[in-house]
């Protein structure tokens, strides 16, 4: 399996058979290496509404017919615009082709602004649980610290951890360095940070202080094999 970073949120997997995109901030992003229009993953898994986690999801499912799993709310709404949807909610898991897919607790919001100016609202906001090709990856979204992500570690071997250290809209590195001792994941990738200049923080500096886990400072682009 292949996981790759793309700047702000946005990360790829790639497992024996199928290619899955979560929260495909592309466009608008200075940080992502990606181009939107050549982008053909079989999935699309969003944590929340915000316009930079649902991105280019729109433009990339309408060209490519792939799956969009999300929030029930969210998922309802891009159903709504013709995307083939898989609606899910906080606590709850499915069995799809390319994996399961559960959807975590997340202390955050969730609206974005569609192209016509309107504000549409996400539902609640989730991480995402992904078990697939033996591993298993989580993908925190954007969230504050909280006490539940202890129970998340303990109830699951979590071999690659995204933890958001933005700060301002999400946890900062010192409470992202709490998170990483509760999930105990074996390697975990800071995200969420230096896209704009309210959440610039220093990424390398925060994985060397990982106590728990390897922290591994991915550059948009880089990846590493699990």
């Not at 082709?97 to 100016?117: C, N, R, W, Y």
Request: some cysteine; overall charge negative.
């Amino acid at each position: 399996m292949k996981v790759s970073f793309h700047g702000q949120s946005c990360v790829k997997v790639e497992t024996a058979k199928h290619t899955i995109l979560i929260d495909p901030f592309i466009s608008g992003n200075e940080t992502s290496d990606l181009d939107p229009n050549t982008q053909k993953p079989d999935v699309i898994l969003l944590t929340h509404g915000h316009n930079d986690h649902v991105g280019d999801t729109i433009q990339i499912a309408e060209r490519t017919n792939c799956l969009v799993v999300a929030p029930n709310e969210l998922a309802e709404y891009l159903g709504s615009r013709g995307l083939n949807t898989h609606p899910m909610h906080i606590g709850g898991a499915h069995a799809f082709d390319f994996g399961i897919v559960k959807l975590t607790p997340a202390f955050h919001g969730s609206m974005f602004q569609d192209e016509e100016g309107n504000l549409i609202y996400g539902g609640m906001p989730a991480g995402i649980l992904l078990f697939a090709d033996g591993q298993t990856i989580y993908h925190a979204g954007d969230t504050g610290l909280f006490s539940d992500l202890k129970l998340i570690g303990d109830m699951n071997e979590i071999d690659l951890a995204f933890l958001p250290i933005g700060d301002n809209f999400t946890m900062g590195p010192e409470d992202a360095l709490i998170a990483a001792d509760w999930i105990k994941a074996k390697r975990v990738v800071p995200m969420h940070y230096n896209t704009f200049p309210l959440i610039e923080q220093d990424g390398k500096a925060f994985c060397e202080q990982v106590k728990t886990g390897d922290g591994i400072h991915l550059q948009p682009g880089e990846a590493i094999e699990l």
